[in-house]
């Protein structure tokens, strides 16, 4: 994960626990609270891993997931960053497993993903 903040430093200061603002990466990625949140992202891609037949059961809660990063400053730009740093991540964890063909099965769940968590931005509140 720390490559995401590589790729991206701007993120860092969206990653704020109890008002505490980090003052580099390493200090972010040893926090409880981000590892905390980590687990979280991971449980999310393991139910669309799970659900990947019938991803639209996952549309509402990926809708209000997406909802939630939009109250907290989070960009939908930002997601692109994130699945770079994933695919990062399983190309390491792999090696010569992460084929072609796996990138690509990744890529598109992971960007099912992100469709379902952008309707949360594309919605108007109410009375708009």
């Known amino acids: 994960m720390c490559w995401l903040f590589d ?7 969206l990653f704020q626990y109890n008002c505490k603002q980090f003052a580099s990466p390493q200090e972010c990625l040893s926090a409880p609270e981000f590892l905390d949140h980590i687990r979280k992202v991971m449980l999310v891609i393991d139910a669309a891993v799970n659900q990947l037949e019938n991803l639209p059961c996952l549309e509402e809660y990926l809708y209000n997931l997406g909802k939630k ?4 400053g989070v960009k939908v730009e930002s997601f692109s960053t994130v699945g770079e740093s994933l695919l990062y991540m399983l190309e390491n964890c792999l090696g010569t497993a992460f084929c072609p063909d796996v990138r690509e ?5 992971y960007d099912a993903v992100v469709k379902a968590m952008r309707h949360g931005w594309d919605t108007l509140p109410e009375g708009d």
């Open 7 to 13: 790729l991206d430093p701007d993120l860092l200061p």
């Open 69 to 72: 990063h939009q109250a907290v």
């Open 105 to 109: 099965a990744w890529t598109k769940l």
